[in-house]
T-cell receptor, first 118, second 113 residues
């Protein structure tokens, strides 16, 4: 398997523009997570899905952010309108979910999308 | 709620030095514990994990033991290499969080030749 795939790898845009980040999870994984990483705030969980259904979106910073998972092999994170403070690296991760009696499974991270909003 | 606290960084060591990165946690249930590593320009990848008390996770010369009595999961390596330079994250997940991970703030490790 190619691992978690994210696109684009780098995005530079101007304030006010719409930004769409894309993620293809590992086939067969039931969970998909979106994270944001900055120097100031570290790694933050934005939202996660189980079987394409959003489970917890409490980390989404505000209404400008939205995420969808229309099928098991694709998810998007959209920012509209974008602001300079949204500049960060955005990671997508997937997981096969709970491993029965062995507890939660590991998450597999994509390479990230580096977003710069000017 | 659940939380993870890591020792403040950055940590700078010479090659072949001994490494310890402290990690303590707070959790309401019986969590699984993880160490993830992030190399420059990459995503996080699992380094090791432990799923119950007294378990020892190990990988690539790194070790960590799940200590329930001290709620700790300290990362150790006997002899670090320049290639170990990275950011290390301690994390936990319990069954009530449906696979969601709670991460520490990360510790930057730099190893000099």
């Amino acid at each position: 398997d190619a691992g978690v795939i994210q696109s684009p790898r780098h995005e530079v845009t101007e304030m006010g523009q719409e930004v769409t980040l894309r993620c293809k999870p590992i086939s067969g994984h039931d969970y998909l997570f979106w994270y944001r990483q900055t120097m100031m705030r570290g790694l933050e969980l934005l939202i996660y899905f189980n079987n394409n259904v959003p489970i917890d979106d409490s980390g989404m910073p505000e209404d400008r952010f939205s995420a969808k998972m229309p099928n098991a092999s694709f998810s998007t994170l959209k920012i509209q309108p974008s602001e300079p403070r949204d500049s960060a690296v955005y990671f997508c991760a997937s997981s096969p979910g709970l491993a029965g009696g062995f507890g939660p499974n590991e998450q597999f991270f994509g390479p990230g999308t580096r977003l710069t909003v000017l | 709620g659940d939380s993870v606290t890591q020792m403040e960084g950055p940590v700078t060591l010479s090659e072949e030095a001994f490494l310890t990165i402290n990690c303590t946690y707070t959790a309401t249930g019986y969590p699984s514990l993880f160490w993830y590593v992030q190399y420059p320009g990459e995503g996080l990848q699992l380094l090791l994990k432990a799923t119950k008390a007294d378990d020892k996770g190990s990988n690539k010369g790194f070790e960590a033991t799940y200590r329930k009595e001290t709620t700790s999961f300290h990362l150790e390596k006997g002899s670090v290499q320049v290639s170990d330079s990275a950011v290390y994250f301690c994390a936990l997940s319990d069954r009530t969080s449906y696979g969601k991970l709670t991460f520490g703030q990360g510790t930057i490790l730099t190893v000099h030749p």
